[in-house]
């Protein structure tokens, strides 16, 4: 059974800096994309970006779902964890965050949350003062 497992979140104060962590079974990310998600409260989840393999040896398949972590949050990885570095931390960051799979190979344009079959049970960041 696969098995995904989020670690990391924590009280942040708005402008800081926090990375959250998504540990893999072994091999899993020689085949298989990880999609960031979160949860806030009262809300649906919602995609927020990918990281993936890539032709290049050196770079990875990257998508990013929301404009609004465009410049503040990436995603990066080792051979068992996929990491979300989330920088310029804001209140409307409030989130479980999530990782995920859609068992597919590579990132998918859609930010559709319907797709994806085995999740993490998600870790809580509060950003606030």
């Known amino acids: 059974q696969v098995q995904l497992v989020e670690s990391g979140g924590r009280l942040v104060q708005p402008g800081g800096s926090l990375t959250l962590s998504c540990t893999t079974p072994?091999?899993?990310?020689?085949?298989?994309?990880i999609t960031w998600l979160r949860q806030v409260p009262g809300k649906e989840r919602e995609a927020v970006l990918c990281?993936?393999?890539?032709?290049?040896?050196?770079?990875?398949?990257r998508t990013t779902y929301l404009d609004s972590v465009k410049g503040r949050f990436i995603a990066a990885r080792d051979h068992v964890t996929v990491y979300l570095r989330m920088d310029r931390l804001k209140p409307e960051d409030t989130a479980v965050y999530y990782c995920?799979?859609?068992?597919?190979?590579?990132?998918?344009?859609?930010?559709?949350?319907?797709?994806?079959?085995?999740w993490g049970q998600g870790t809580q960041v509060t950003v606030s003062s």
């Open positions: 995920a799979t859609d068992l597919g190979d590579s990132c998918s344009n859609s930010g559709s949350t319907d797709r994806f079959k085995i």
């Open positions: 072994r091999d899993f990310l020689d085949s298989y994309a």
């Open positions: 990281l993936s393999l890539s032709n290049s040896s050196t770079t990875y398949g």
